[in-house]
């Protein structure tokens, strides 16, 4: 079992920044896939960026230039830090962790951290 903890969420000014942490725990196996997921109210939780073990990462459009995802792998910490931020942005924010066990897939979530961009 995997646990995710996510912290940094909170009130901002359009324009400001933040910067969001995923602390996991539990069975980690070194492959995996860890990202950063939103959901505003009334829409379907979105891909925001993922980045693997390896460091490649992945953004969506509307972050890209924006936002930066990183992790350290020796602590098993996730970031996002979230720049220029806009009112658009204003989400609950989920950490994510994808890894594959022999033939199984497997996919965890946190609990969600809310960021709150203000106009």
């Known amino acids: 079992q995997v646990q995710l903890v996510e912290s940094g969420g909170g009130l901002v000014q359009a324009g400001g920044s933040l910067r969001l942490s995923c602390a996991a725990s539990?069975?980690?196996?070194?492959?995996?896939?860890m990202g950063w997921y939103r959901q505003a109210p009334g829409n379907q939780r979105e891909l925001v960026a993922t980045?693997?073990?390896?460091?490649?990462?992945n953004y969506a459009d509307s972050v890209k230039g924006r936002f930066t995802i990183s992790r350290d792998n020796a602590q098993n910490t996730l970031y996002l830090q979230m720049s220029s931020l806009k009112p658009e942005d204003t989400a609950v924010y989920y950490c994510?962790?994808?890894?594959?066990?022999?033939?199984?897939?497997?996919?965890?979530w946190g609990q969600g951290t809310q960021v709150t961009v203000s106009s």
């Open positions: 980045i693997t073990s390896g460091g490649s990462t």
């Open positions: 994510n962790l994808k890894q594959r066990i022999l033939l199984s897939s497997y996919d965890y």
């Open positions: 539990g069975s980690i196996f070194s492959a995996n896939t």
